[in-house]
Each structure stands twice: as C-alpha cells, then as structure tokens.
C-alpha cells in the first residue's frame, strides 16, 4: 500500500508497520523529522506543512493517517487558558481536513487527535484510550493500557509513569498497538474490497 503519514513526529503510530509499504511521512521540525528517518530509513521523509501537502496530494495514496496537533484542543485549555492566561482559538485546520478528506478522498483515511475540550461537531468517530478518530472505514475498539506506553514508548523513554519523565517528541507519539491496530483494519477493508470486486467480476460470467 502507498501510505502517507503526516505531522509524522517520530513515528509512535507507525512503529509496528514494518516494511512492506511505501511509506511517505510529512513532518515540520526538521530534527523531528530527522529522528523519524532515523528510525525508520526505508520511508520517504518531507519536511514541509502537512496541511498544505495533504490537500495537494491525497490522490497518491491507498491510506492516509492524520495526526494535527492537538493542543488548541485538547482539555489542557482548561490550564493553560485559565492559569496561564494564554487565549488561543481551536485550530481550524484539524476540521478542514475532516471535511476535506471525507468529501473528496475515496482512499481510506484516518484524522487522528485527542478528546476536546468541546463538544466535536462532526461525529463520525471512535474513542479510543486519549483518542478521537475520524475515519471513512470501521476501527473496532480496543482496550488501551491506562498509560498508554506502548512498545516504542517503552523502548525508548522507559515505562516512568509521569508524562514529564519523557521527551515532547515522546509524549506526543501515538501508541504503537493502536497505529497498527488501525493499519491491520485499513488492511483488512482493502482485501475486503478486492475480495469483492474480483467475486463481483467472475460473477458476473457465471
Ligand atoms: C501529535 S504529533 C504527531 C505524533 C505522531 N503521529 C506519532 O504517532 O508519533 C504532531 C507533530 O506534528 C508536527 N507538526 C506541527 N505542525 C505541522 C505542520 N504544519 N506540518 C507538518 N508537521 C507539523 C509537530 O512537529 C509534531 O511532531
């Protein structure tokens, strides 16, 4: 499969996909980005706006995985508006690309980000542990561990329980059983989908 993975980070979501797709990953920080390269030197790194890059490219991919940053919606507003005394609006480009993908992507996609601090007004999602997904394909739950260190996590930052124990790059990585968890079921829909069409085709000679 062509797969994009864009605001990359260092790859939490994609730790466990292995080597059997063509992976093209989009990320911003240019050391992030070089992180992730590091660690995953068969995939296609971009340092560029994701947002912009998604828009312009969507067409080439089987699947698409969309991580915006989260923290101008996350419940973290609740300090860091209040006591910290820092207005900030939600960022809209989360939604635009809700919108956007889910009008005009026939691949399938994902737009990952966490529970906000606001009702969301397109409700096509699962929850799953810390997590809000959009999504035009089915994602079963699955039960998260309550930290949420996942294998990457543990490797590299340790199983320290405290969020400030680890790296921003670290405590912003996806868990590695749910990137793949959702990997298996985007799999899973496209062999649905071919088993299909090629039943469809004989069957229509029969
Ligand atoms: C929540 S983290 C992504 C976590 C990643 N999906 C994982 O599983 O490890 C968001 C990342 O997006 C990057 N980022 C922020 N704005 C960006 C932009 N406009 N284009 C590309 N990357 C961006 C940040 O540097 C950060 O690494």
Known sequence: MEILNLYC?????????????????????????????????????????????????????????????????????????????VPTYPDMKLWQEIIYLNQFCKALWIVENVIPYYEPFLPQYTQIGRHFIWSNFRIPKIEMPKNEIGTMMKQYVGTGKHAHDKSLEDRNAVNSELGLHILNCAVGKILIKKDYEQHSLFGSGM
């Open 9 to 85: 980070g260092i790859g939490g979501n994609r730790h466990l996909w292995g080597d059997e797709h063509n992976i093209t990953a989009v990320e911003l920080n240019e050391k992030v980005a070089a992180e992730y390269k590091r660690r995953y030197p068969n995939d296609t790194v971009i340092v560029a706006d994701a947002h912009e890059y998604l828009l312009h490219n969507f067409k080439k991919f089987d699947f698409i995985w969309t991580s915006p940053p989260c923290p101008t919606h996350s419940r973290t507003n609740y300090f860091t508006q209040a006591i910290k005394k």
